[in-house]
């Protein structure tokens, strides 16, 4: 099971930080990601790291300003937001997928977290 948070109301070019903590099974031997899905939007992947962290991957569109990371002795997985724009608010969730399987792709993720709001006003 995984479940996101730390999201919230922020002003464009503020920051946040959302949490993903899993519970119920061990994630260190999955990849993690991040997506995200705008009002009348398809789902889209923002950012992605393999099971030991040493590889990321970002969308272009947060690429500079988003970092992912991943604690694995707390079995959580972060995603640091800086210099939000009122074009990241969405609501986002956390994603586990069986390494080797591909970082971006939607139908890789196996296991999702319940999503947690990010509203950037401008």
């Known amino acids: 099971q995984l479940q996101a948070s730390g999201g919230g109301l922020v002003q464009a070019g503020g920051s946040l930080r959302l949490s993903c903590a899993a519970s119920g099974r061990t994630f260190s031997d999955y990849a993690m990601g991040w997506f995200r899905q705008a009002p009348g939007k398809e789902r889209e992947f923002v950012a992605a790291?393999?099971?030991?962290?040493?590889?990321?991957y970002y969308a272009d569109s947060v690429k500079g300003r988003f970092t992912i990371s991943r604690d694995n002795a707390k079995n959580t997985v972060y995603l640091q937001m800086n210099s939000l724009k009122p074009e990241d608010t969405a609501v986002y969730y956390c994603?586990?997928?069986?390494?080797?399987?591909?970082?971006?792709?939607?139908?890789?993720?196996?296991?999702w977290g319940q999503g947690t709001l990010v509203t950037v006003s401008s």
């Open positions: 790291l393999t099971w030991g962290g040493g590889n990321t």
């Open positions: 994603a586990a997928r069986r390494p080797g399987s591909s970082a971006t792709f939607r139908g890789a993720y196996v296991y």
